[in-house]
Structures are given as C-alpha cells and as structure tokens.
C-alpha cells in the first residue's frame, strides 16, 4: 500500500456529477429508459463565495449500490456544443451489471428504446455495451468476469514498472503538447 494512503478514510464516490443541456430529456433517459431511480434535485440561485452566480439544477439518480449519477442543468454557462459527444478517453460513465444476463439485458433494453448499443466487448478482465446519453456522455454496462479480482491482482503486480515504460515512452510527446507545467508533478509540502 502507498504511504499515507487515504483508503481507509474514504468510503466511495457519492455521485460522479456532468453537466446535461436539458433536465426532463436527461431524467427520461436516465430513469425511463435505463430504469435508475430519480432519486431527486437540488435547486440553486449559485454557490456563495465562488465563480457559479447563476441558478442551475442540480438533479440525481440512485445506483444499486447507493451511491449517484448526477447533472448539472445550467443553461446560461451552457455552449452550444455542450451536447456534443464526448471523447470516451476524455469522460464516459461505467455502470455495473450484477450479472453477464444482466449485462445483455439492459443491452437489449437500450436498442428496445431506440439506442444504438456496441459490444458487448471483451476486455479480458470485463465485458462491456456502450451507448451514448442525450448529452454526448458515453454510458457504458460493464460486468466484471469470474477471474476479474485475479486478473486486476496481476496487473497491480507489474503496474508500477510499466507505468514507467509508458512514461518513458510518451514523455517527449507530452512535453511537445502540453508543455512541462501542465505534466510537472509538485513535491510534497512537509505538514
């Protein structure tokens, strides 16, 4: 384990929040057609002290597990092309199937509604369907296969010293495209 390891602290995510161009299409989607519990909204005029001074929704839906998918509906900071697909390597959404039945279910249950559905696709350590949301958010169903635990075991085995080789071999890149700033890693601050 890393040294100062927060995991015995943190309990889990609450809620992976996004930002939606349209509050009722997000909730029909999110509830109607993937069948997660509109779990309710939070109605704001802004947030005091910070950049947010205009009114926005705030709305959740409850996963299996009680934690939240949630949405930020506020149109006056919206663009234009904030509905528009996302890059799934910049932002996506993995919801877990308890089951591989499960998993194909709610695959057939997406293209009932009219959802172009792709997979499911074998990663070796989950299989996964992927979609998109009325937001241009990828939503994928994943379902972690039976030597899932075993597979990610291995993997942590050797991460350290790939994560190297991968660095090594992307750094030159990086620093061309993002600059040395943004990739530059600060040292820890004695408490």
């Not at 950049?51 to 939240?68: K, Q, W």
């Not at 070796?124 to 379902?143: A, H, I, R």
């Not at 080789?165 to 600059?179: D, I, P, S, V, Y």
């Amino acid at each position: 384990m890393v040294e100062g390891s927060s995991l015995d602290r943190l309990k889990g995510i609450h809620h992976a929040a996004y930002r939606c161009i349209d509050a009722e299409q997000t909730r029909w989607f999110y509830e109607d057609v993937i069948g997660l519990r509109f779990a309710g909204i939070v109605l704001q005029d802004g947030i005091e002290g910070t950049y947010v001074t205009s009114r926005y929704m705030h709305l959740f839906f409850e996963l299996g597990d009680g934690n939240y998918l949630a949405f930020f509906d506020e149109p006056t900071g919206a663009k234009p092309d904030s509905g528009m697909r996302k890059d799934s390597f910049d932002v996506h959404v993995a919801i877990e199937a308890k089951t591989e039945e499960d998993l194909l279910a709610m695959q057939d249950r997406m293209r009932r509604h009219g959802k172009t559905c792709h997979g499911p696709v074998d990663h070796g350590f989950v299989k996964s369907v992927y979609m998109y949301d009325p937001n241009g958010l990828q939503v994928e169903f994943t379902w972690r296969v039976p030597e899932h635990d075993a597979i990610l075991a291995e993997e942590e085995r050797t991460a350290r010293e790939r994560l190297a080789g991968w660095t090594a071999e992307t750094r030159a890149a990086k620093l061309a495209l993002f600059g040395a700033d943004a990739i530059k890693i600060p040292e820890i601050k004695a408490a």
